[in-house]
């Protein structure tokens, strides 16, 4: 696909400064830029690169001033950042805007799809399924009976999407994600065996949410899961049964949430953290990564370390952790002296 700089400034509402019938098929960073390559420019830092890009096309802020002479052509917007964000999204839809059911796949009798659906080869829709109007469903993916998945969400290859799980509008589900699996439900008998606990739940999961490569997200075992209105979850994450996830939280790759366990709105989690069972996580919690969560915590915490504490109060001690060997040699110093004292 070619666009042409006064194409683009269309789509951002910017003003064109050099020749607007100049085109662009490609998306490239700013010190790499190669004819016929679109970059930006948002960081200063990076401003020395605006005068040797080879770049086509750059976006930069309206208020840019150039102190040497450039060759690319500008495109003058009110935030370059936003602005070039704005068009990956364009360039992203355009490049999935697939339609049309391939084959082989199966579609139960009783299922129901809206327009401008995309259903790749080897995909599988179950009994009672209902799927709104421009679903991209890529190829070999598995979507069980009872399910329903709004409008405008994609599902990339291999995702599968068990039971009577839910999904709102514009909902990403990456590649090799699992929803709806058996949350880890046991029950201890006296012989020193386990008996399965039936999870008889669903998986719910709200508008403009992401979730990445590889997460699962596990069935409740009486009600739902539920993953609130724009969480992003990123790849390889372990939500496990009767979790909910509040709106606008971001959870960071390879972390764990046990059973029961309730987050709030807008939190931040770094990867590889651990969160415990049955626990209340407040609002607008941060924390970071590798951290260990065994407590209930607070709007507004911020923490660290494994068990986790606050992030100020960890950064303090780390002083010590680090100097521990150099304390107790002096500590033993100490002791020998009060010894030879004696």
Same mark, same amino acid.
């Given at each position: 696909m070619k666009f042409t700089a006064a194409q683009i400034a269309g789509i951002l509402e910017g003003d064109v400064e050099g020749d607007t019938e100049a085109e662009v098929s490609t998306l490239s960073k700013i010190e790499e830029g190669t004819q016929g390559s679109l970059t930006f420019l948002a960081n200063p830092k990076y401003t020395s690169y605006l005068?040797?890009?080879?770049?086509?096309?750059?976006?930069?802020?309206?208020?840019?001033?150039?102190?040497?002479?450039?060759?690319?052509?500008?495109?003058r917007v009110d935030d370059a950042y936003k602005a070039f964000t704005k068009l990956l999204e364009y360039y992203n839809k355009v490049k999935l805007s697939k339609e049309g059911i391939e084959q082989p796949t199966f579609i139960s009798e009783s299922a129901i799809y809206g327009e401008g659906i995309y259903l790749g080869a080897f995909s599988y829709l179950g009994e009672n399924v209902k799927i709104g109007d421009n679903v991209k469903i890529y190829p070999n993916v598995y979507i069980g009976d009872n399910v329903t998945i709004g409008d405008d969400c994609v599902i990339f290859a291999g995702a599968k999407i068990y039971s009577e799980s839910i999904l709102g509008n514009h909902v990403s589900i990456h590649s090799g994600a699992i929803l709806g699996a058996d949350g880890f439900g046991y029950r201890p008998e006296e012989n020193g065996e386990y008996?399965?606990?039936?999870?008889?739940?669903?998986?719910?999961?709200?508008?403009?949410?992401?979730?990445?490569?590889?997460?699962?997200?596990?069935?409740?075992?009486?009600?739902?899961?539920?993953?609130?209105?724009?969480?992003?979850?990123?790849? $390889?994450?372990?939500? !496990?049964?009767?979790?909910? =996830? *509040?709106?606008?939280?971001? %959870?960071? +790759? @390879? #972390? /764990?949430?046990?059973?029961?366990?309730?987050?709030?709105?807008?939190?931040?989690?770094?990867? $590889?953290?651990?969160? !415990?069972?049955?626990?209340? =996580? *407040?609002?607008?919690?941060? %924390?970071? +990564? @590798? #951290? /260990?969560?065994?407590?209930?915590?607070?709007?507004?915490?911020?923490?660290?370390?494994?068990?986790?504490?606050?992030?100020?109060?960890?950064?303090?001690?780390?002083?010590?952790?680090?100097?521990?060997?150099?304390?107790?040699?002096?500590?033993?110093?100490?002791?020998?002296?009060?010894?030879?004292?004696?």
């Open positions: 005068y040797t890009t080879e770049a086509t096309i750059t976006i930069v802020d309206k208020k840019f001033k150039a102190e040497q002479e450039f060759s690319t052509t500008l495109i008996v399965k606990v039936p999870q008889t739940g669903n998986v719910i999961i709200e508008d403009h949410v992401d979730v990445g490569a590889g997460t699962t997200i596990d069935r409740a075992t009486l009600g739902s899961t539920i993953i609130r209105r724009g969480v992003k979850l990123d790849n $390889q994450i372990q939500i !496990a049964h009767n979790v909910e =996830i *509040g709106e606008h939280t971001a %959870i960071a +790759a @390879q #972390s /764990g949430v046990a059973g029961s366990t309730k987050i709030g709105k807008n939190c931040v989690i770094g990867g $590889q953290v651990g969160v !415990a069972g049955h626990l209340k =996580i *407040g609002d607008r919690v941060k %924390i970071q +990564a @590798q #951290s /260990g969560i065994g407590r209930n915590i607070k709007d507004d915490e911020v923490l660290q370390g494994s068990p986790a504490f606050g992030y100020g109060d960890w950064n303090k001690s780390y002083v010590h952790f680090k100097n521990l060997p150099k304390i107790v040699r002096e500590l033993n110093n100490l002791s020998k002296g009060e010894s030879h004292d004696k």
